[in-house]
């Protein structure tokens, strides 16, 4: 059996494709910034120290806010220099995958060199801010690890963080 597709039914699938590859690629995602109410969002983050020039970021999630679902959690770390558009590549870009613990939060851990500390930031993005679908690729949430490392040395107990 012998099937046919008229061009112009090859021509919009073409360009369907195309379009649905562009999306995907053309993800430029909103920075969101401090919310009064910090975005409902409660979690944890502890550094401890690893072997040799390493430590284990462990990222607790307690509570998505108003920034569920999460469409990935990631540690990442931008160069310091920037390209000839003021633009900055990936140190480090790092999953970081949650898994349910005993009392019902989602807890991940990833590990980093400790020369990218200071850069180092635990990104959230989603597609969803307070109940809405936000535009073109979503948005993303920062956690700068460098704020939670004085917490850590100081051995202190860890809080339950709301921003």
Not at 32 to 61: H, I, M, S
Not at 85 to 105: C, F, H, N, W
Not at 111 to 117: A, G, I, N, P, S
Request: with cysteine.
């Amino acid at each position: 059996m012998d099937i046919r597709f008229s061009r112009l039914a090859t021509g919009v699938l073409a360009v369907a494709v195309v379009l649905f590859i562009c999306d995907q690629s053309w993800a430029i995602r909103m920075g969101l910034g401090p919310a009064k109410d910090g975005w409902n969002l409660a979690y944890d983050v502890a550094v401890n120290e690893a072997d040799g020039d390493q430590v284990t970021v462990v990222f607790t999630l307690i509570d998505e806010g108003k920034l569920k679902p999460f469409d990935s959690v990631d540690l990442v770390a931008f160069s310091k220099q920037t390209d000839s558009q003021g633009g900055r590549a990936y140190d480090v870009m790092t999953p970081i995958e949650l898994k349910p613990s005993e009392d019902g939060r989602r807890v991940g851990k990833v590990l980093v060199r400790k020369e990218f500390l200071d850069r180092a930031k635990i990104r959230i993005i989603t597609h969803m801010v307070d109940g809405k679908r936000q535009p073109s690729g979503g948005a993303f949430y920062d956690i700068p690890v460098a704020k939670h490392l004085n917490r850590a040395n100081a051995a202190a107990p860890p809080t339950t963080v709301r921003p």
